[in-house]
């Protein structure tokens, strides 16, 4: 079993910048899979980027929507990934989650996810 707890979200303007952490009960590095995904208001919940270790090196995958605006990292001491986000958009608005999953798995979907945070919420207002 693994907990995550998401933290960071709130409200920005169009443009600003905002990092969330998602904290786990134990390490994840070694064997799963770390993803974020967010739900927009009367929207399917979305991939928005992952990470997963490599010979302890982090490989991450973003979305188009994101791509170029989102950074992934890792503090193994913490038990944490991080998603900073830059120039973000009102389209960016919505619950953000964190996962944990399997990483031989497609991490764009939610399926590969055994672990779900409880959310944390980003406006960005125009």
């Known amino acids: 079993q693994v907990q995550l707890v998401e933290s960071g979200g709130g409200l920005v303007q169009a443009g600003g910048s905002l990092r969330l952490s998602c904290a786990a009960s134990r390490s994840t590095f070694t064997n799963y899979a770390m993803g974020w995904f967010r739900r927009a208001p009367g929207k399917e919940r979305e991939f928005v980027a992952a990470?997963?270790?490599?010979?302890?090196?982090?490989?991450?995958s973003s979305a188009d929507s994101v791509k170029g605006r989102v950074t992934l990292s890792g503090d193994n001491a913490k038990n944490t990934v991080y998603l900073q986000m830059s120039r973000l958009k009102p389209e960016d608005t919505g619950v953000y989650y964190c996962?944990?999953?399997?990483?031989?798995?497609?991490?764009?979907?939610?399926?590969?996810?055994?672990?779900w945070g409880q959310g944390t919420q980003v406006t960005v207002s125009s």
């Open positions: 990470i997963k270790w490599s010979r302890g090196v982090g490989v991450t």
């Open positions: 996962a944990a999953g399997n990483p031989l798995l497609i991490l764009t979907s939610t399926s590969t996810y055994a672990y």
